[in-house]
């Protein structure tokens, strides 16, 4: 089974318009979370992280963890045709001392 | 910011032959990583090393994957033999500790023929 699963898939949204993103792990190992953005031919690139129950802004972007579900989500606000790109969410399994990540979301910001 | 470089960009092999695939990670970090990555899809973890040693690695990481980072050069993967499978966009990753954000390379695309 998964252990950081994603949803949705694949998500389009207008251009200025909120683009919301999922992640659930499946296990308590995983404290500390991440989100990457990947775009087209490019390696992925550390968007934020958030550790602590609650929200964390920064700019356009805000992440909410919830560690009693082990749910952590991404919103995007006012987004743009350069937000379009695949985003994962990334956890820190704290025994294995490494990152698993989920299998992405692709984001369409449609102009 | 920081960055990690891959070289080669692009590398196109027959099955059966050795591959070797350099990366330079961001040059305080401790932590290094490869990934795979095949169509643009889910980021499979490969392997991590740390302090010259790999910590874990993941049942993709094949008997025929081994990493090495002599005397703080590249920090390289060498596949041998290669595999049709073993195609794929190959990204390293560095870091300064184990939880803490990784850079990662542009990737090294693979073809296997």
């Known amino acids: 089974q998964q252990k950081v699963q994603q949803s949705p898939e694949s998500l389009s949204v207008p251009e200025g318009g909120m683009a919301s993103l999922n992640c659930t792990s499946s296990d308590r190992n995983f404290q500390y979370f991440w989100w990457y953005r990947q775009h087209s031919g490019e390696g992925p690139k550390a968007l934020m992280s958030i550790f602590s129950d609650g929200d964390k802004k920064e700019g356009r972007f805000t992440a909410h963890l919830n560690k009693a579900s082990l749910h952590v989500s991404l919103h995007i606000r006012d987004s743009q045709p350069s937000d379009s790109a695949l985003y994962f969410c990334?956890?820190?399994?704290?025994?294995?001392?490494?990152?698993?990540f989920g299998k992405g979301t692709h984001l369409h910001v449609l102009p | 910011g920081p960055k990690v470089l891959q070289i080669p960009s692009h590398q196109i092999i027959d099955m059966g032959q050795m591959v070797t695939l350099n990366c330079d990670p961001v040059?305080?970090?401790?932590?290094f990583y490869w990934y795979k990555q095949i169509l643009g899809q889910q980021m499979e973890f490969l392997v991590n090393f740390y302090n010259g040693k790999v910590m874990e690695k993941s049942k993709l990481f094949k008997d025929q994957f081994s990493v090495e980072r002599p005397d703080g050069s590249y920090f390289t993967l060498k596949i041998q033999p290669t595999a049709l499978e073993d195609s794929a966009v190959y990204f390293c990753?560095?870091?300064?500790?184990?939880?803490?954000?990784?850079?990662f390379g542009p990737g090294t695309r693979l073809t296997v023929l």
């Open positions: 990334a956890a820190y399994d704290t025994n294995a001392y490494k990152v698993i």
């Open positions: 040059s305080n970090h401790l932590y």
């Open positions: 990753a560095s870091s300064w500790t184990g939880d803490a954000e990784q850079f």
